[in-house]
């Protein structure tokens, strides 16, 4: 499973750990992922979802995934979160936006 979140598409970036002595290593930077399950009201059931944190307080602040899925271009969503926005907007009762 990548670590990959499946709201945003964040995933692991590189950079360096930096020393006192100004040495420089090669390093990770993972996202905070979690297994989260989110309430979708149109659909009426749950969504499981790998979220990174940001992405999940992102979430909250719009009002929920159906909000944040329906609010975010397609270019922008991973393709299973595409998946679920198809699901949602078919739920909804309208038609898909022309590309």
Same mark, same amino acid.
């Given at each position: ?27 990770? *930077? ?7 399950? %989110?309430?979708? =009201? &149109?659909?009426?059931?749950?969504? $499981?979802? !790998? ?16 909000? *944040? ?7 922008? %969503?991973?393709? =299973? &979160?595409?998946?679920?926005?198809? $699901?949602? !907007? ?10």
């Amino acid at each position: 499973m990548p670590r990959r979140c499946s709201l945003t598409g964040s995933k692991v970036s590189s950079g360096n750990n930096v020393s006192h002595s100004n040495r420089r290593t090669r390093r990770t *930077f993972a996202p905070n992922l979690q297994n989260v399950t %989110l309430l979708s =009201e &149109a659909l009426g059931e749950r969504v $499981r979802l !790998r979220v990174s944190t940001r992405a999940l307080r992102t979430v909250q602040k719009v009002g929920g995934i159906d909000a *944040f899925l329906l609010g975010t271009d397609d270019a922008k %969503l991973p393709p =299973e &979160a595409v998946a679920v926005k198809r $699901r949602v !907007r078919r739920a909804i009762g309208g038609a898909p936006k022309p590309a």
